[in-house]
């Protein structure tokens, strides 16, 4: 079973950047569409920031002009970078994604379910 495998996170002071990835686990799947949410301790999962697969990209408005979520097609992995970090962004970070093999994007069928990541932790704190 395919899985997305998240990396890059960690501490970061207030101001600083980080940049976190999102990649299959290999395999005959590719990342279709993803979105980022995130979950900080005793909140809900809140939408940060998402790619389609053509690129067009949309934000949280608590986000926007800070972070830039990116695509590699060749390798396979959706990036999210964080500039100008504030305490409020400490959360787990999580990628879910539309994975679909190449039969499906020919013929622009959804698999019916999405991928979640395992979580990846970005605490902003001096």
């Known amino acids: 079973q395919v899985q997305l495998v998240e990396s890059g996170g960690g501490l970061v002071q207030p101001g600083g950047s980080l940049r976190v990835s999102c990649a299959t686990s290999g395999g005959i799947f590719t990342i279709y569409s993803m979105d980022w949410y995130r979950q900080a301790p005793g909140n809900q999962r809140e939408f940060v920031a998402g790619?389609?697969?053509?690129?067009?990209?949309k934000y949280a408005d608590s986000v926007k002009g800070r972070f830039t979520v990116a695509r590699d097609n060749a390798k396979n992995t959706v990036y999210l970078q964080m500039n100008s970090l504030k305490p409020e962004d400490t959360a787990v970070y999580y990628c879910k994604g539309d994975l679909r093999t190449y039969p499906d994007i020919v013929n622009g069928r959804f698999r019916g379910d999405f991928t979640w990541g395992q979580g990846i932790r970005v605490t902003v704190s001096s």
């Open positions: 790619i389609s697969s053509s690129g067009g990209t």
